[in-house]
Nanobody
Framework: QLQLVESGGGLVQPGGSLRLSCAAS???????VGWFRQAPGKEREGVAC????????NYADSVKGRFTISRDNAKNTVQLQMNHLLPEDAAVYYC???????????????????WGQGTQVTVYS
């Protein structure tokens, strides 16, 4: 039902910033949204999430203080602002959505029904 499209990935130097965006075909405010990433040879991991109510956010320990997830309701999008990027942040980043979903401290893939195609983030020096 819900189509998701990520954008904003690209090449960035360590210490740089990128803003990823997740656009949806439906009303994204009705969905909890998570950002996940997968690097070559590694398992997909949860990075950040925001509840459908917008009242809760959670972050992986590895990105706390550097990444911020937020909603831009006027654009019907969810953003992931990534600052102070590290080489280990390089991955394909995916947004995912769960209808009326919350946002638990453990950001688990199995809770999310809809997934985007991913956008590549490359961190190089």
């Amino acid at each position: 039902q819900l189509q998701l499209v990520e954008s904003g990935g690209g090449l960035v130097q360590p210490g740089g910033s990128l803003r990823l965006s997740c656009a949806a075909s439906g009303f994204l405010l009705d969905y909890g949204v998570g950002w996940f990433r997968q690097a070559p040879g590694k398992e997909r991991e949860g990075v950040a999430c925001i509840s459908s109510s917008g009242g809760s956010t959670n972050y992986a320990d590895s990105v706390k203080g550097r990444f911020t997830i937020s909603r831009d309701n006027a654009k019907n999008t969810v953003q992931l602002q990534m600052n102070h990027l590290l080489p280990e942040d390089a991955a394909v980043y995916y947004c995912a959505a769960e209808y009326l979903g919350g946002c638990q401290r453990r950001i688990a893939m199995q809770h999310f029904e809809y997934w985007g195609q991913g956008t590549q983030v490359t961190v190089y020096s």
